[in-house]
């Protein structure tokens, strides 16, 4: 499977208001930062209009080998987007993840057209990213979702990012599908949540031996995180998601989910990890009845 944006027309929104105006963000304290924005006459408001990729510059192919893909159907999830102004020029930039191939980040250089800017430590497949100022200096840091190791974390020095990643606290042997920044413990700082999936797909393994036992199936203790049964279906879990919570430095801690730091609806501890689950057909597991 490719997705060639070469062969795509690039589209566009230009919204903006048919008056000249300047809007002050509102300020509730010190920790904030307060930026005029100015609002530009257009007669293109509201209007969307076509780029072609040979003026833009934008020039990407998300690509999946046929045999990898074959052997893990993961692959086939799709891979992100993310954009911000990671410069400060006032011009929104583009980083677009690739799954099997190289993903890219682009510099927006005005009119419409974009400049491939080399990043550090891009190794890995990517399915995520989201770009955010997680130390408070006023830069846009570039966080980025691997296939199966976790977050890269570049850091935004003046323009210029630096990989940050092994000592981030980040590292590690999962799978982010997407991931949400909030300022959970209110200290002014963004955390990140992280919503995995699992790096390989269980149908990947060709088989799943059950045994049936008094009429249940009984899911093999290699399986028992991984596979349930429900309503009479074979479900399989995703990986458990994660909590990070920023400390010093653009360094984050884990939160453990199971030690009474979260409440349910009623108040009380909260010890179940948050897991995505999916269904799996039938025909992929093969159950087989004690002799």
Request: proline share 3%.
């Amino acid at each position: 499977m490719v997705f060639d944006m070469r062969n795509i027309y690039i589209l566009f929104l230009i919204f903006i208001i048919s008056y000249n105006t300047i809007i002050y963000p509102k300020c509730e304290n010190n920790n904030f930062i307060k930026k005029k924005l100015t609002i530009t006459k257009s007669n293109l408001s509201g209007r969307f209009k076509l780029i072609d990729p040979t003026k833009s510059d934008l020039n990407f192919k998300n690509s999946v080998d046929e045999w990898s893909a074959s052997l893990n159907r993961t692959l086939y999830n799709g891979a992100g987007v993310a954009v911000g102004d990671y410069n400060k020029d006032g011009l929104p930039d583009i980083f677009l993840c690739s799954v099997d191939g190289k993903s890219k980040l682009f510099k927006n250089i005005g009119g419409f057209t974009f400049r491939d800017e080399a990043l550090p430590n891009l190794k890995h497949g990517h399915r995520s990213a989201v770009f955010a100022d997680l130390d408070g200096n006023d830069w846009l840091d570039l966080i980025i979702g691997t296939i199966e190791n976790g977050i890269i974390l570049l850091a935004n020095v003046n323009g210029k990012f630096k990989d940050i990643t092994e000592t981030s606290g980040l590292k590690g042997i999962y799978s982010p599908m997407t991931i949400a920044l909030a300022d959970i413990n209110n200290d002014s700082y963004i955390d990140i949540y992280v919503s995995n999936n699992r790096s390989r797909d269980i149908r990947d393994e060709g088989s799943v031996k059950l045994v049936r036992r008094k009429g249940q199936i009984i899911i093999p203790p290699k399986y028992k995180d991984r596979l349930i049964m429900s309503n009479g279906v074979i479900k399989e879990y995703g990986a458990e998601d994660h909590l990070f919570i920023i400390q010093i430095n653009m360094r984050f801690d884990k939160v453990n989910w199971t030690d009474g730091t979260f409440l349910d609806s009623i108040g009380a501890g909260h010890y179940a990890r948050p897991l995505f689950n999916k269904k799996i057909p039938r025909h992929t597991c093969q159950t087989h009845l004690p002799t």
